[in-house]
């Protein structure tokens, strides 16, 4: 609601490793500037704990000048790619 012009241009779930991802591309107008930027979310549910029933929730959002995804999306796709859940000490 607060950015009108956000648009999905992209949802999917991927796999990297032993993660289970929802990605969502957007594109929106940045609201103090006014320059078209996109976006890549990455949600993560972090595996359940034995012990409980509610599990963490991450996300990871990714900002660049519309133009430029191209040449920074790789990049931004490598990073969720290493995004990794490590074992409770």
Known sequence: ???PS???TMERLARFGSNVVYLR???MDAAQS???VAQL???FFAP???EGKTVDFF???ATTPRELMDRYG????ELIGSFRFMPAA
């Open 41 to 43: 979310h990455a949600l």
């Open 48 to 50: 359940a704990n034995d």
């Open 34 to 36: 006014g320059r078209a």
């Open 25 to 27: 591309g957007a594109e």
């Open 74 to 77: 790789p990049a931004i796709v």
């Open 1 to 3: 609601r607060s950015q």
């Open 59 to 61: 996300q990871l959002v």
């Open 6 to 8: 956000a648009k999905v």
